[in-house]
Every structure is written in structure tokens, then in C-alpha cells.
Nanobody, 114 residues
């Protein structure tokens, strides 16, 4: 089993920055891909960014150039640096890890005011 705990969410004005963290515990060896997803009210959960175990990254078009995903394998932690935030980035952000099956964190709220 893998447990994921996110932190770093909050309220920020448009144009501001936040950094989300997600730390994995439990059976963390052989965790493959990790990533960040988000879900806004009334919308489906969507992928924001992903990172493989060898560091390859992918991003949703809507966040390219503004968000950066990174991973510290020694700390079993994945980060999401979010810059130039927009009101449409407001959502609950979820961390995802893949180790044989998919694991999700509990989510952290990000609110961007205009």
C-alpha cells in the first residue's frame, strides 16, 4: 500500500505562485509514474502534469510554461511549482502514484482570486 499526503494549497491572487508537495509513504519502492490532477466544481478530474520514474515530464496545454513538476526520489516526494496562476486554475489538486495500481491523495484546495 502507498499513502499520499499533499500540502501547499491555499488562496493566492492571480499572477501569484504556489508550490504543492506530495509525499508518499508505505510501500514506496518501485513507484513508477507520479502526477498531479485537478478537479474544479462541476468538472471532471483532469491531468495537470506527470513525471516518470526516470524524470520524463508531461503537461496539460493549459499549464505549459507556467507549471513545473519535479520529483525527489530520495524523499519520495513530488512537487508542482505553479507560477502565473489564473482564476481558472482554481480546483482541488490531487496527487497520483502508480505502483502496480493507482493511488490517490486526499487533495488540496487551490483558489486563485481575480
Amino acid at each position: 500500500q502507498v499513502q499520499l499526503v499533499e500540502s501547499g494549497g491555499g488562496l493566492v491572487q492571480a499572477g501569484g505562485s504556489l508550490r504543492l508537495s506530495c509525499t508518499a509513504s508505505g510501500s514506496t519502492f518501485d513507484i513508477n509514474a507520479m502526477g498531479w490532477y485537478r478537479q474544479a466544481p462541476g468538472k471532471q478530474r483532469e491531468k495537470v502534469a506527470g513525471i516518470s520514474d526516470d524524470g520524463a515530464t508531461t503537461y496539460a496545454d493549459s499549464v505549459k510554461g507556467r507549471f513545473t513538476i519535479s520529483r525527489d526520489n530520495a524523499k519520495n516526494t513530488v512537487y508542482l511549482q505553479m507560477n502565473s496562476l489564473k482564476p481558472e486554475d482554481t480546483a482541488v489538486y490531487y496527487c497520483k502514484a502508480v505502483r502496480g495500481r493507482i493511488y490517490w491523495g486526499q487533495g488540496t484546495q487551490v483558489t486563485v482570486s481575480s
